[in-house]
């Protein structure tokens, strides 16, 4: 009589689907558990107001400017994220910026960023996600006041124009067109 080392092979198929599962638990794509936002920061660099967003991927929130209430905001949804240390107020720039709040509820899925902006002063915005080291993200959001950005928009940033409360929607910011000059191949 011999001893038998190996278990059935059934055992062995269900240990090994055991395993597998319990290190994907989390992490498949899709996942609302796989967005999380890291951290943020506002700053001023010259006349434009910059929240930097740090996330664990790429992802393109929900920005809706808000008007109806006393003083307007700057909504951002992250729907399907999580956040762990998050300050809940951050100062502002007192340029545009009036206070910066964070809303999530622990073990919940989504994160509101409420930048409270100060009332009366025209403005345009723009994002732009970029890489960060260790493979996280970077979403920055730009703030520029009205007046001072309608002469010059960055090249390449998708501005977005805002009106006044109350006053008619904006119209749309034309894009220019550049033309590349014909090139002729030698053969």
Known sequence: MGIKLLPKPHLLLSGALIIVWLLGVGVCPGQSADLQVLRLGLSRVQDTSLLTIVLSKAVQPQISPVTAVSD??????FPDAGARRLPPVLPGDQTLVRQVRTLFTP??????????LIPDRPYVFWRQLRPAPNGLVQLIIGLKSESRSASRQPPG????KRSRPGGPPPSPVPQPIVQQPPRTLIS
């Open 72 to 77: 307007p905001q700057l909504v951002i949804i």
């Open 107 to 116: 073990g919940k899925n989504g994160v509101r960023i409420i930048l409270d």
């Open 157 to 160: 940033l998708n501005l977005t």
